[in-house]
Structure formats: C-alpha cells, structure tokens
C-alpha cells in the first residue's frame, strides 16, 4: 500500500503543480460587481440494453439504468466563497431470470467556506464538510440474503479547516488540511457487531453469548490533501479528476486512504451525451474476507484496492 500511496501521491503533484501552462484553466478577468448566490442543478439518465430473438450466438436479455442528479448552490464576494453541492447516482441492472442488482449508489453533500484577505490572491482559508453514504442495501451477490452494507452502514463525515490554492476556485484546486475529522457510522447493529468498515466489534465469551456490542461509530484525526481539477479536452469533450489522501494521526499514521475519480463527459448535443468514469478506493479499515478452515465461517484479511469503472450514454438536463 505504500509503493501505491506513493505512486498517487507523486500524480497529485503533478496535477497540481506539474502541469504546462496550456493545460492550465483560464483566469476570469471580471470586475466585482458585489456579492453574488448563483445555482445550477443537472439530471441525467443512462440507459443500456441488449435483446436476443433466435441469436444463434446466444445471449441474455438486460436492461439497466443509472440516475445521476446534481444541484449547487454557491456565493462569493470580495473576500468569502461558500460552495455547496449534493450529489446522488443510483443504478440497477435486470437481466432475464435474474433479480435486479445494483450497480451504483451515492449520496453525498459537500459544503466548503473560504476567506482570503486580498481579494487578488489565489490562496484561501477554507473550513470544508463532506458527508457521504448510500440509500439501499448492498450484497455480494448472488447472495442476497446477507447485506454487506446499508444506509448510514456505512457513512462517513470528513469536518476540517486549511488552506486552499486554485486559479479558479471552481475548477482547479488543491486543498490541504493539517487537521481533519474523520467519521464512520455503521448503524446497522449487526454489521457493527462483525466490526465492518472499521469499528470496534463486538465482544463474545466462549460460549459465543454477546457481551458487549460493536461499536456504531468511529472517529479519526488527521491529515487531508485533495486536488480538483476540470479541463475542456475538446469542443466537446471535458474532463474532471477529483483525488483525496487521508492519513490518520493516531492510528498508523503513514497508511493513506485513497479516493480516485477520474469522469469523462462527451456532449452529442444538447441533450444527449456520453460518459467514461473511473473510481479508484483503498481504505485500509475496511478489510477482506476469505473462507475458514472451519466451514461456514470467514477469516479478516488485509485491505484491497477498490476499483470501479463505468461507461454509459444517456440524457442530461440542466435546470
């Protein structure tokens, strides 16, 4: 995991600062007019299917679908920027005898105030709130009698002040925070029992009769460094990338958890576009299971990469 945190860390430094000039977003040259609220919120829908009738290859019937709504409420003045976003993705996969599955699921609220003194500088003092969990249960499936998480099972709260670079506070940024709160709530009592995502587990005699329960909470200090970054590839093509590291003072400072994003929007039209995303995790609370020696019960293994990619084409909206 270090040769990987040092691998990431090293791509943050380029996005940030190693970039030619070229690469670098555009400042706007505008006069302050006074305090200005501006909004801005977004819906699209992807949809995916494939239908055989006598295909000689053969072939499933699928159908799937992804929700992906996003709304901003932002202010700025001479010397304060306050920007608030929510965001929520839902997707579902049906294919013929097969029960619906989910393919993605987000909802998270982002909030992050800033002052700087001279209102020509570039640098901010910027206090920063994420919150972020999912809505419906998830499973590894085919087993879907045994959710392996649920809402707020887990969610997790990041709270912490710092200091913020960006020519564009917007669309380019690089954030640190020497002190930062790192909240994990699994409130799932079942799930806080066997210790996911972190918390402390329960405790049993040797009889295997609860004696005290898991922990439904956990909380971290520590470290943040994130990087944002949006650039026009082309007339139609943009791209984001949005990278967080985070290491915790307490517990194995040095391990870093890493969270990856990196989106492709490529607009056909008004309404219609394509989209490419990758998502990279590593949370080192968040351990594997592998099978027993003794059948029917799991061993804890180690942390692993986490990675999701997706590809869809759909219909967006502004509004």
């Not at 295909?55 to 699928?62: E, K, L, Q, R, V």
Request: hydrophobic share 40%; net charge negative; with cysteine.
């Amino acid at each position: 995991m270090r040769t990987l945190a040092i691998l990431v860390f090293s791509l943050f430094c380029v996005s940030s600062f190693g970039q030619p000039n070229w690469l670098f977003i555009k400042e706007k040259k505008e006069e302050y007019t006074g305090p200005q609220w501006t909004s801005k919120s977004k819906a699209a829908f992807d949809i995916n299917e494939a239908v055989f009738v006598n295909w000689n290859a053969g072939g499933t019937n699928s159908i799937s679908g992804l929700l992906d709504l996003k709304t901003k409420l932002n202010y700025k003045d001479k010397f304060f920027v306050w920007n608030n976003d929510a965001h929520l993705r839902y997707g579902i996969n049906a294919q013929e005898e097969r029960e619906a599955r989910k393919t993605d699921d987000l909802f998270e609220i982002n909030s992050n105030l800033g002052y700087h003194a001279d209102d020509k500088s570039n640098w901010y003092y910027m206090a920063r709130f994420n919150f972020r969990t999912q809505l419906t249960n998830g499973y590894k499936y085919p087993n879907t009698d045994d959710p392996i998480s649920k809402f707020m099972a887990p969610g997790y709260i990041f709270f912490g002040g710092g200091i913020e670079y960006g020519r564009n506070i917007e669309e380019l940024s690089f954030y640190f925070s020497p002190l930062t709160l790192k909240g994990t709530f699994v409130l799932d009592q079942e799930l806080a029992d066997a210790g996911s995502f972190g918390v402390k587990p329960a405790e049993y005699d040797d009889e295997g009769n609860l004696l005290v329960p898991g922990e439904q909470f956990r909380k971290e200090f520590g470290v943040l460094l994130t990087n944002s970054y949006e650039l026009a590839i082309a007339k139609n093509i943009n791209m984001k990338n949005l990278l967080s590291l985070y290491s915790d003072y307490l517990n194995r400072f040095g391990n870093v958890d890493v969270d990856w994003r990196l989106d492709f929007d490529f607009k056909v039209n008004s309404f219609v576009r394509a989209t490419l995303g990758s998502h990279l995790r590593y949370d080192d609370d968040v351990k594997t299971k592998v099978p027993s020696e003794i059948e029917g019960e799991f061993d804890e293994a180690g942390a692993k990469v986490q990675w999701k990619q997706f590809l869809g084409i759909g219909v967006a909206f502004d509004f």
